[in-house]
């Protein structure tokens, strides 16, 4: 009788918990689903690899096509003038698979040190 009235009491108390968190993560999806078309500031590679200190870190938007890719998740980008490393989140998805030709806009993290690298947050084809 107590386990069932402990169950019944965890139940209750955690149901709006959960409910919270569900819709929560449901409008996060909504949120990004943002279509801009105007001007976006966006860097070079060069500019970044500028600064490869194990302490440089920049919210970064770079153009570029992918080159070759290393692992799974980890490619290297280039601009047309420099080369970087990047790692893609497990979240990324896209309609069409990417070529060596596809030019495309990517939004991350740059992460200075041994192995300067973009941590990819998003990607846009162009």
């Keep these: ?4 009235v402990l169950a019944i009491a965890s139940t209750i108390i955690l149901a709006p918990t959960f409910a919270m968190a ?6 996060s999806k909504h949120e ?10 966006t860097v070079s590679v060069a500019t970044l690899l500028s600064d490869t200190s194990m302490f440089a870190e920049q919210d970064t938007v770079v153009d570029g096509k992918i080159v070759r890719q290393l692992k ?19 979240d990324i998805r896209l309609a069409a698979p990417l070529t060596a030709d596809t030019k495309i806009r990517i939004f991350g993290e740059y992460e200075g040190g041994k192995t300067p690298e973009i941590e990819v947050d998003h990607i846009q084809v162009l």
């Design 32 to 41: 990004n689903a943002i279509a801009y078309t105007g001007p976006i500031e």
């Design 1 to 4: 009788m107590k386990k069932t």
């Design 72 to 90: 799974s998740d980890t490619f290297i980008f280039s601009d047309g003038q420099s080369e970087i490393q990047i790692e893609l989140d497990d």
């Design 22 to 27: 569900g819709d929560h993560h449901s409008n």
